[in-house]
């Protein structure tokens, strides 16, 4: 199993976090490559998954006040199905508690609606929307659980 590991936006590994995004989340849909994230967000926490020195997935959590964000999962395709991403957004989950938020919010690609939904995340727009740089369409999900404070 991968190992998590939450680093700094200047840690020398997030450059292997914008190929896998890059890879993962836009090349597919045609998307030009730009590493504009707003990683430096200091809102902002990343969490790496790695397989020795591999970076096979990723997730950014915002925490502001007593709500939360996650941003930008992406799990290499071939470790894809393999618990990188549970754990990820799991470990994402367990950070936003500790911080003190109550709820966890997400926009989700239409595909990933199940994945998020067996991890406890409940669709809370009406309908689809685009959003992005994709323009794909997605719906905002949420997780609620007790704040860790």
Request: net charge neutral.
């Amino acid at each position: 199993m991968a190992r998590l590991v939450w680093v700094a936006p200047h840690d020398a590994r997030m450059r292997a976090v914008c190929d896998l995004r890059h890879e993962v989340l836009m090349a597919p849909f045609g998307v030009p490559r730009d590493d504009d994230w707003g990683d430096d967000d200091p809102a902002s926490s990343h969490l790496l998954a790695l397989e020795g020195e591999r970076v096979v997935g990723y997730v950014r959590l915002i925490v502001r006040g007593e709500e939360a964000q996650l941003r930008h999962v992406a799990v290499a395709f071939d470790r894809q199905r393999s618990g990188v991403g549970t754990a990820l957004v799991e470990e994402a989950c367990r950070r936003a508690a500790e911080l003190g938020a109550g709820v966890v919010h997400l926009n989700a690609r239409l595909p990933a609606v199940g994945f998020y939904q067996r991890l406890g995340f409940i669709v809370t727009s009406d309908e689809p929307f685009s959003t992005g740089r994709t323009g794909l369409p997605h719906v905002r999900m949420e997780r609620r659980f007790e704040a860790a404070r």
